[in-house]
C-alpha cells in the first residue's frame, strides 16, 4: 500500500518523538506544515530545550532541502527514512547537513539534497 506524503511525513514525525521519549526526553510536536522546527524536546527536569527538524521518508531515498542551505532550523535534524518498513533514525547537526548538502542545477534552478550515502553512515545511525 502506498501512502501520501503526510501520512508518511506524521509516521516519521512520531517515530521520532517514540525514540526520543525512550532515550528521557519529553517530546511535543509543532504544527504541521507550518514553517520550523517539528519538535520541542526538553529534558525531564525542564533546563534543557532543543528544536527539532524531522524528515520523513517512506523508502531508503535523499532528502529534498529546497533552494538554499544558509537557514537551517532546529538544533538537529533527524532523517527517518523506510517509515513504512523498516524505521531508521538517521540525526544530524545543521551544520552537518550544510556541509553535506549537494547542489544541483536543472533548467536554472538550484536546488539542494542530502544524497543516501551522505547521511545513511552508522556515525549518524541512532546517534
Known amino acids: 500500500m502506498r ?12 517515530y521520532a518523538c517514540y525514540r526520543l521519549s525512550l532515550l528521557g526526553w519529553n517530546t ?29 521518508l517512506s523508502k531508503r ?3 529534498p532541502l529546497g533552494t538554499s542551505v544558509e537557514r537551517l532550523m532546529g538544533d538537529f535534524w533527524v532523517i527517518v527514512n523506510r517509515v513504512t518498513s523498516e524505521p531508521t533514525a538517521f540525526i544530524l547537526t545543521p551544520g552537518e547537513v550544510k556541509r553535506l548538502a549537494h ?3 536543472k533548467d536554472g534552478r538550484v ?13 549518524f545511525r541512532e546517534a
Do not use: C, H
Not at 536546488?111 to 553512515?121: D, G, K, P, V
Open 111 to 123: 536546488s539542494f539534497w542530502l544524497w543516501t550515502n551522505a547521511y545513511e553512515i552508522d556515525e
Open 3 to 14: 501512502l501520501d506524503s503526510q501520512i508518511v511525513g506524521n509516521a516519521g514525525l512520531y
Open 28 to 56: 511535543m510536536p509543532t504544527a504541521r506544515n507550518a514553517r520550523g522546527i517539528d519538535v520541542v524536546a526538553y529534558s525531564r527536569d525542564g533546563k534543557r530545550y532543543l528544536g527539532i527538524q524531522v524528515e520523513s
Open 61 to 63: 531515498a535523499p532528502v
Open 103 to 105: 547542489r544541483g542545477e
